[in-house]
């Protein structure tokens, strides 16, 4: 699990990488049982690689994946990043195609609605390099101001260039999150990130957790980018016998039919 020094390298810069969380046996068994399952997904037809693969709630249908998410070096990671009585926001497999995806944070947001942390954990089954497709990140960029002075109007790179510095997306300053198998990424949601230079077949899971909703704003927050699948648990984890899992996932039907105000997200629609 991540040690209280991670802890706090993710707290200020708003990542951590841990090198080898898996070793080589671990990851290789998780890439043939991803990689099984994302073949039984598209029920045995070939990958188009025009066109990849994404699902979600991945991890949930597979017992052998949940354990992942159960064991100490996630769970007990998340729970040292986000406190006691965090959530289980879904999880994604994804096979990339050749592809570039600009400066943004996954959770926009104004001082308030950035101070509650969302957790994205990604488990690359590929080597990932600069020029390859690896996760670029701002540190820093999940606080205000920061995070607000980047893309001020519309929280997303859409053209060449980032606003207001007239900077090109790959020259942005950033940190180049270079992996192997078997390293992980811990990134909290409001980050700044990109891809650049993506090729197809580029493999990695994602996890996500969110902290216990605190304030009005916080849960309203989590209806509208989590949307109704995030309180509607996958089957198979509402009847586990895992009390990690029940932690995660029990509260979920319930706060998902708690009222909250209108919630006006700081990032319009596309």
Request: glycine letters at 6%; aromatic letters at 10%.
């Amino acid at each position: 699990m991540l040690t209280d020094s991670q802890v706090s390298f993710f707290q200020s810069f708003g990542y951590v990488l841990t090198p080898k969380l898996f070793n080589s046996s671990e990851i290789e068994k998780i890439t043939n049982v991803s990689d099984s399952f994302m073949k039984e997904l598209r029920e045995g037809e070939e990958l188009d690689p025009e066109e990849g693969q994404s699902e979600d709630r991945f991890v949930e249908r597979s017992e052998y994946l949940t354990q992942i998410v159960t064991e100490d070096r996630i769970y007990e990671s998340a729970r040292k990043i986000l406190g006691e009585r965090f959530l289980w926001a879904g999880s994604e497999g994804h096979i990339t195609v050749n592809s570039t995806h600009q400066w943004h944070p996954d959770r926009p947001g104004n001082a308030e609605e950035v101070s509650y942390t969302r957790l994205k954990v990604n488990i690359y089954l590929d080597p990932i390099r600069s020029e390859s497709g690896c996760l670029r990140v701002i540190p820093g960029s999940h606080r205000w101001p920061l995070h607000g002075e980047i893309e001020p109007e519309r929280f997303h790179q859409v053209e060449d260039t980032v606003r207001p510095f007239d900077v090109p997306g790959e020259k942005m300053p950033s940190v180049l999150l270079e992996s192997n198998p078997g390293d992980v990424i811990f990134f909290n949601q409001s980050l700044w990130h990109s891809i650049f230079n993506g090729w197809a077949g580029r493999r990695y899971i994602a996890l996500k957790f969110a902290a216990n909703p605190q304030t009005d704003t916080h849960l309203a927050s989590l209806k509208y980018y989590g949307n109704s699948k995030m309180f509607a648990p996958d089957p198979a984890w509402v009847g586990s016998a895992s009390d990690r899992v029940q932690s995660m996932v029990g509260r979920l039907p319930k706060l998902g039919e708690k009222p909250v105000s209108d919630f006006l997200p700081i990032r319009p629609d596309r």
